[in-house]
């Protein structure tokens, strides 16, 4: 009786604490950082290397985060890779896989995870967007063939090692790419934060510093710069993911193969040259960024003197200070018509409109020849240093020392 009731004892004991027996801090300190890696895992071998080719990987890491993703949520390169991809293609349409332009905010937020399965059952996606990812014998008949079986094992293992804690560290691993990824990212991510560029969907940064979710949180300047190893663009943001590609990179396990571009500038320039056209082009995104700054200033000026002249309301003056800096082509019929209403005040400010719409169409005339394009460079670039408005000459000035 006394050995069976030392038995019962020691199953309790060991359910209780498992074989390490740690503090409930020691066991949140190790969620963290399991769960962290698993971040990792996700942005760096499955977003950036598998979905964006921004990187290349070492087999050691690369089958490292392939195994630890298996085990620890059970995801499919393949799959994963080509919802993303057509997420990107389709991004803001009704084919876009989980976006809440067209599938409401509550619905990615809280249904991220099912609508992503369900796009994983289509195998068209699969066929069309799941090129290059890996087919040797390992991911056909274990990885893929049984992904349920890593998560699976992850449990039992969890209770042996923790106790009956173990369960709820299990859980929060499984919960934990369903809600960064499925829900915040691709939620949030494109319906609060703020932007860097006005690229062609609504993806916003949700935080400048990418700690959390492993560098995702910049999720604007991914969707303007897809092909980037490094979601970092301004000084004060920080991609803790490529910190640790970097860090791979210094001992031969990764090699960067894309960055968002970085203008150079050359000082003093006086003209607008092919080599100015070229990197317009090129960085366009860095362009259109800057002159919105001018349009911010170019209103700052004109504001209380429109406040002045028309007794326009303060709600009116502000909404349409958010207007002048998007993208012209975006705007609906009615915020159109209230720039019309604005215009009718500020010349200054229609002109800066104007120049806009008109800097913007130089690079999406493919038609041209390089000869036209240059040319009409240089003629918005006259036509903005004689509009006698400041900040668009300021605008021009810096255009011209692109190089």
């Avoid at 009718?344 to 806009?356: C, D, G, N, W, Y």
Wanted: glycine content about 6%; charged content about 20%.
């Amino acid at each position: 009786m006394n050995f069976l009731s030392n038995i019962l004892h020691a199953v309790l004991s060991f359910l209780d604490g498992g074989l390490f027996d740690l503090s409930v801090w020691q066991m949140v300190v190790y969620t963290l950082v399991v769960t962290h890696i698993t971040i990792a895992g996700v942005t760096i071998y499955l977003h950036r290397h598998q979905a964006h080719r921004a990187l290349d990987l070492h087999p050691i890491p690369s089958h490292f985060f392939r195994f630890w993703l298996w085990l620890t949520t059970g995801q499919v390169t393949k799959e994963w890779a080509a919802v993303h991809r057509k997420h990107h293609a389709k991004c803001e349409t009704v084919d876009d896989p989980h976006s809440p332009v067209t599938r409401g905010i509550k619905e990615v937020l809280l249904r991220g995870a099912e609508l992503y399965r369900a796009e994983t059952k289509n195998q068209e996606t699969l066929d069309k967007y799941g090129h290059g990812c890996p087919n040797d014998w390992i991911e056909n008949n274990l990885y893929t063939k049984y992904s349920w079986l890593g998560v699976s094992m992850l449990l039992p293992l969890s209770v042996a090692l923790f106790g009956v804690a173990g369960i709820t560290i299990w859980a929060v691993q499984m919960l934990w790419i369903p809600i960064t990824a499925a829900g915040i990212i691709n939620g949030i991510g494109h319906y609060w934060g703020y932007r860097n560029y006005d690229c062609n969907d609504a993806a916003r940064n949700i935080m400048p510093w990418g700690i959390i979710i492993g560098g995702e949180e910049l999720h604007n300047n991914h969707h303007t710069f897809a092909t980037s190893a490094k979601l970092s663009s301004k000084w004060y943001e920080f991609d803790i993911g490529y910190a640790y590609i970097r860090m791979m990179e210094m001992v031969g396990l990764a090699k960067v193969k894309k960055t968002i571009p970085k203008p150079k500038l050359q000082k003093n320039k006086l003209e607008a040259d092919f080599d100015t056209l070229q990197a317009v082009i090129a960085n366009r995104y860095d362009v259109m960024a800057k002159y919105a700054k001018s349009v911010k200033y170019a209103f700052r000026e004109e504001v209380e003197h429109l406040k002045q002249k028309a007794e326009l309301e303060a709600r009116f003056l502000k909404s349409s200070r958010k207007l002048m800096q998007r993208e012209p082509a975006k705007l609906q019929a009615p915020q159109q018509a209230q720039l019309v209403e604005l215009f009718q005040h500020s010349k200054a400010l229609e002109t800066m409109h104007q120049m806009r719409v008109e800097l913007g169409a130089i690079w999406e005339r493919s038609h041209s020849t390089r000869d036209q394009l240059l040319h009409q460079l240089q003629d918005w670039c006259t036509r903005a240093e004689a509009s006698g408005i400041k900040a668009l000459q300021e605008f021009s000035m810096r255009l011209r020392s692109y190089a």
